[in-house]
């Protein structure tokens, strides 16, 4: 996303999905086989909802980006997306917040540590807050990797090639989600 936008908006991107990580994580921590025998039901149906998502949100990076590229001043006027970091963490929170596979993960790691010795408090703490900055510390470096390689892609072609492309990694994420 800092590829087409700003580094704040992707930062704000991918701390919206290190939240849903680390919300997930302490779902997991407390809840564990709980949550996982309660998702496991409606993990079809939401995978289906997150696929949909995805595409829909594929063929709109595609379409703004074509007609972005055929009329250069459409570009200067662009509709209002995820161009702020607040709409990005948000678009991305709930989006993250929409796989089931995340929870599902989360709580076989807690059950697979759980099968040794029971966990205290203090090491739940520390699993969610770990996993959240695992997470977050990933993300951000996408972000800066994503914000370098879009200053080096900054003309009409390079901006539709990267708007394709990351169309068509959606779309991959999208069916691989099902």
Do not use: C, E, K
Not at 70 to 75: E, G, H, M, V, W
């Amino acid at each position: 996303m800092s590829a087409r936008a700003s580094l704040l908006v992707g930062a704000g991107a991918g701390l919206g999905a290190a939240t849903a990580d680390g919300l997930y994580a302490a779902v997991a921590a407390v809840g564990g086989a709980a949550v996982a025998g309660l998702i496991r039901p409606v993990a079809t149906p939401l995978r289906w909802l997150a696929a949909v998502v995805l595409l829909a949100l594929a063929v709109r990076t595609a379409v703004v980006a074509w007609r972005q590229h055929r009329d250069p001043q459409r570009a200067a006027r662009a509709d209002r997306g995820l161009d702020t970091p607040g709409r990005a963490y948000l678009a991305l929170l709930a989006l993250t917040l929409l796989n089931p596979a995340t929870v599902v993960y989360f709580s076989a790691l807690v059950l697979g540590r759980q099968a040794g010795a029971p966990r205290s408090p203090a090491a739940s703490v520390v699993f969610v807050a770990a996993a959240f900055v695992a997470s977050a510390s990933w993300q951000l470096l996408l972000a800066v990797g994503g914000s370098a390689v879009g200053r080096f892609l900054t003309g009409p072609r390079g901006r539709l090639a990267t708007a394709l492309v990351s169309s068509a990694v959606i779309t991959v994420l999208a069916v691989d989600t099902i």
